[in-house]
């Protein structure tokens, strides 16, 4: 209903209207005699104006009514387009402060929260006194300022200036999801419902409409959208990509960063360990988005914090980004195979073995231990970081279960088949349990009808670094025998000439997995005569490490709890053990004062899981035991939040509404007035009564009739 | 006591009129600074031969005219003014706008009352006609001593008259008044104003000087009344009109204005003096609008 009234109950007074029809009706009865001298002029006057007095009587009862209901409407205060509470009770208001890290924008010498906040406190003591009030601070992570709902006479002013915006995202779903909360324990209804936000412009989630669902049946509610800011321009820097193979203290490698600059020729820098190492320089105009290039010297064996730097504009927070970069002394890889047997194509092995390891190097940074399968058991996977199976002999259930959740829970291999007997092995298990499909007939060649190596994916990690040269080298490789195998859900990063998968990435779920659809032996292939191979083998076992290990020191957006599944050794290198006291170290506001708490230790599977509560404050949340550090993680702000663009508030509430949030109102502007209006109403009882007025002196004049301004001032006789 | 203080309302509880004529009157008299009497009027008498040198001031220029003779009128007799009083109390007369204020008949008799008093002081002879629509009493002029209480009495005893017809009643009046003198005329002239001024002209035509003293209630002037009412003409107790004032107060006011306007106008060329007065004024006034009548006159 468009119209409101604050004081229904006064809507009684509009029975007042009557009393002009009453009293008109009682004066009509009421006429006097009066004898009068001469009757001639009353006469010519009155033939002449009868008509029109008849209607003028009736346009003063009409003008006497409309004045007195006005007043009456007045005394009510209607409100119009307002929000009323139902049932007479007073109204309850919960505010939504957006924290999200774009809130910390500076705009107009203050942040865009400051700003926000500024208008919750005028929206607050504006309410009426029988109001309550609950104030949600939304992010990544939504939190109640208040345990319960409070009156407005004794909320405190000073718990919302004490608030400041995290360098988390904004989570609408979850919001909704905590404000049907509220709405259950609202003490008035309906309850309205005030976003206080920059609508950063960011993927609705996928929830919504669920979420919507749950606040609409928790009750009657309503949502005011205000827009706190406006547009601006800056940049920030949106990605940083370590290496992502295991790399050597001493190595020089590139990291890259995807900055959005703010200005020409921007200088962006790489800081590791708190100082900095490496500068960039973004050359152009202001507003690219541009990869930038570092050329790191990597550090010694250990967890390295970095932040890659740009200078700050008005939001700061998306300027820095943390990355962890893992050096480890030696990668170990466990390299199993089957019993040698020229007569099948094994034995290819050794070259692995030797490409990895060049001449029994033990000091390089793999370290391989190379056994048959009868010589391993499951238990053995959790001491390696990287498991290469070489046409191994059928595995046993315990063990292949044994491999698959080592894989799962988050290891990597590289499985190479080409041996013919093994076919039924494979596709019947092996391939399978991988995620590859169950029919993998092996082709043979003859020789001079080899098929070539075609390069599928070359951006892949694996692969990217290598020169035009090095690419070539490997497609003028030869192949004669390999299984045809179904890609499935799988990466195909290499392929022969005819187009059957050679080299294919599985997923299991934390783990991966690289598949070679051949051996290493040079009836199938000349791969291990090229000088490609080293290279190839080496790149490949690092990147399964740094697969191994990402799960141990990854990035995360602020607002995600860390779960880590650390390597084992790292474990067993800080002595974890059931009983042991880990604690971590979360991001804190400032960066540095970081708050030291105990995390949890979770010991399931083949790898020891790390988890710690979320913080909404970028920076680097450090597990550590018995002094060591054993995990280092990164959370960094959500790449959406530098999204410099806000929606449009109109935009926004179309969203609301396609996900079936019934009503939504616009504050829009200078936002106490509108709120007040949006929230009560328009009042209308000012113009009421300047109606009101103007109807009297209205009346007033047509009531006066013919009389002269200047009257006699004589008591009327028969009154 | 100053006479412009004297209400008619408070004088007329005075009851006797005579009291209240005197009282008026000695009151007004006090009040001058200058005695307004100026002697007697004149009679004709002969004429005689203008001797040159001798004041022209009674030059007969009309004998002259007639005989290129220079003639002087010879006043032979000095006698008093001789003044009629024109009462009107027909029933129009009778309307009071306000309780406790007088009828404008009541007026009508203290001022008719006090002019007589007046002028028998100064020894000018007074009579007294009373009419509604026809002639109700008639005391001829005389100056005696006595002639003041046999008016009082006549105006005391005014009867309740009826209709107005004022023309034929002037017309009537001024057949029966044949010594040119003073004609006082009280009314309200509510009357078709040309036959109220054919009337005076009969007055004027057979040589009278007339003064109408035109009576009217503020509240007939300004129909100051709200609400609703059923206006009841006092002349015609049958006739009656329902109406608000307040609306028709402007169209009242202008035709009632304009009605007046006519009375003067005609009244102004037929050189008779329209003294207007309402009901609430001094009686004073009235005494004033005649001296300055007489002033002119002699």
């Not at chain 1, 509610?221 to 992502?244: A, I």
């Not at chain 2, 009373?130 to 006549?154: G, W």
């Amino acid at each position: 209903m468009p119209v409101s009234f604050a004081n229904p109950a006064l809507l009684l007074g509009a029975l007042a209207a009557v009393l002009p029809v009453v009293i008109h009706l009682l004066s009509r009865r009421r006429v006097r005699r009066l004898p009068f001298s001469d009757l001639r002029f009353l006469r010519e006057v009155q033939t002449r104006q009868s008509r029109s007095l008849g209607i003028r009587r009736w346009l003063l009862l009409l003008l006497r009514v409309l004045a007195l209901l006005c007043i009456a409407l007045a005394v009510a205060r209607p409100h119009w387009g307002g929000l009323a509470p139902s049932g007479g009770g007073g109204r309850s208001v919960l505010f939504v402060l957006d924290a999200s890290a774009s809130m910390a924008t500076q705009q107009d010498d203050r942040t865009r929260f400051a700003a926000a906040v500024e208008l919750c406190t005028e929206m607050i003591a504006s309410l009426p006194d029988d109001s309550t009030v609950q104030v949600l601070l939304a992010s990544a992570r939504i939190d109640p300022l208040f345990a319960d709902w409070l009156p407005v006479g004794i909320l405190s002013e000073d718990a919302l200036q004490a608030l400041a915006p995290t360098d988390g995202g904004f989570d609408l779903a979850a919001l909704l999801r905590e404000a049907a909360r509220q709405v259950a324990t609202a003490p008035g209804t309906p309850v309205q419902i005030v976003l206080l936000s920059d609508l950063q412009l960011a993927p609705l989630p996928a929830d919504l409409a669920e979420a919507v669902r749950l606040l609409r049946a928790a009750g009657e509610s309503t949502l005011l959208v205000h827009q706190v800011g406006q547009p601006t321009d800056g940049g920030g820097v949106l990605r940083v990509d370590v290496p992502r193979r295991a790399v050597r203290p001493g190595e020089t490698v590139v990291v890259t960063a995807r900055v959005t600059t703010d200005r020409p020729d921007q200088a962006c820098q790489l800081d590791l360990g708190g100082r900095r190492v490496a500068e960039a320089v973004v050359a152009g105009p202001a507003g690219q988005d541009a990869e930038v290039a570092f050329s790191l010297v990597v550090p010694p064996v250990g967890l390295h914090a970095g932040w890659v730097r740009k200078p700050s504009d008005r939001f700061a927070a998306d300027d820095a980004r943390p990355f962890v970069l893992d050096v480890r002394e030696q990668v170990s890889v466990l390299l199993i195979h089957g019993e040698d047997r020229d007569t099948v194509g094994r034995g290819g092995w050794r070259y692995l073995a030797t490409a990895l390891a060049p001449d029994g190097d033990a000091s390089g940074l793999f370290r391989v231990r190379a056994v048959t399968n009868t010589e391993v058991a499951a238990g053995d996977l959790a001491e390696h970081d990287v498991v290469l199976l070489v046409d191994p002999e059928p595995l046993g259930r315990q063990f292949l279960g044994g491999l698959l959740r080592w894989l799962k829970d988050g290891g990597a291999a590289a499985l190479w088949i080409g041996d013919p007997t093994l076919s039924g092995y494979l596709t019947g298990t092996l391939l399978p349990a991988l995620a590859l499909g169950s029919e993998a007939p092996f082709v043979v060649r003859e020789q001079g009808a080899y098929e070539r190596l075609v390069v599928a994916a070359p951006d892949h990690a694996l692969l990217r670094g290598f020169g035009t040269d090095a690419i070539a080298t490997l497609e003028d490789l030869s192949w004669w025998r390999y299984y045809a195998l179904t890609e499935g859900t799988a990466t195909v990063l290499l392929t022969v000439t005819g187009g059957a998968p050679l080299l294919l990435e599985t997923e299991l779920q934390a783990g991966r997995c690289l598949v070679w659809a051949t051996n290493l032996r040079r009836e199938a292939t000349d791969l291990a005569r090229s000088p490609m191979f080293l290279p190839l083998m080496q790149r490949q076992t690092a990147y399964l490490a740094w697969r191994s290990m990402t799960n141990a020191t990854g990035a995360i957006a602020v607002g995600e709890a860390p779960a880590i599944r650390i390597p084992p050794r790292r474990g067993r290198t800080a002595q974890l053990d059931a009983t042991a006291e880990l604690q971590v170290t979360a991001p804190a506001s400032g960066g540095a004062n970081a708050l030291s708490q105990m995390a949890q230790l979770i010991w399931s599977g083949t790898r020891p899981l790390l988890r710690a509560p979320a913080s909404d404050r970028a920076g680097f949340f450090t597990f550590t035991a018995a002094g060591d550090t054993v995990a280092l993680v990164a959370a960094a702000v959500p790449a959406a939040e530098s999204i410099l663009a806000l929606q449009e508030v109109d935009a926004f509430r179309d969203e609301l509404a396609a996900a079936g949030l019934l009503r939504t109102g616009g504050l829009t502007g200078p936002a106490t007035g509108n709120f007040a209006a949006a929230l009560s109403g328009r009042e209308l009882a000012p113009w009421l009564l300047l109606l009101a007025v103007m109807i009297l002196l209205l009346e007033s004049y047509l009531g006066r009739g013919s009389e002269r301004r200047g009257k006699v001032a004589t008591p009327d006789p028969s009154a | 006591m100053k006479a412009e203080i004297l209400s008619p309302e408070l004088v007329s509880q005075l009851g006797r009129l005579d009291l209240i004529a005197r009282l008026v009157v000695e009151g007004f008299l006090t009040g001058l600074h200058k005695s307004p009497y100026h002697g007697f009027s004149s009679e004709f008498a002969e004429y005689r031969r203008y001797i040159p040198g001798e004041s022209i001031a009674h030059m007969d220029w009309r004998v002259y005219a007639k005989t290129d003779r220079h003639y002087l009128t010879v006043i032979s007799d000095e006698t008093n003014l001789r003044a009629t009083l024109l009462v009107d109390c027909s029933a129009s007369m009778r309307f009071s706008g306000e309780e406790g204020r007088l009828s404008k008949v009541a007026y009508a008799r203290l001022l008719a009352a006090t002019l007589a008093y007046m002028l028998l002081r100064q020894n000018d002879a007074v009579g007294l006609v009373t009419f509604d629509e026809r002639p109700l009493a008639m005391v001829p002029a005389r100056s005696v001593r006595r002639q003041l209480f046999q008016i009082l009495k006549e105006l005391e005893l005014l009867p309740v008259g009826h209709g107005t017809r004022l023309g034929p009643v002037l017309h009537r009046v001024a057949e029966r008044i044949h010594r040119r003198g003073l004609i006082l005329l009280f009314s309200d002239l509510m009357d078709d104003p040309d036959e109220v001024l054919a009337g005076l002209k009969h007055f004027r035509h057979g040589g009278h000087e007339v003064v109408v003293f035109q009576i009217l209630d503020p509240r007939e002037i300004e129909l100051d009344y709200r609400g609703e009412y059923d206006f009841v003409a006092l002349e015609e107790p049958d006739s009656s009109l329902r109406a608000e004032p307040a609306h028709l107060r402007r169209g009242y006011q202008k035709r009632f204005e304009a009605w007046r306007d006519r009375l003067r106008r005609d009244c102004r060329r037929q050189l008779i003096d329209l003294v207007e007065m309402t009901t609430d004024m001094p009686l004073e006034k009235g005494l004033g609008a005649y001296l300055q009548k007489r002033r002119r006159l002699y």
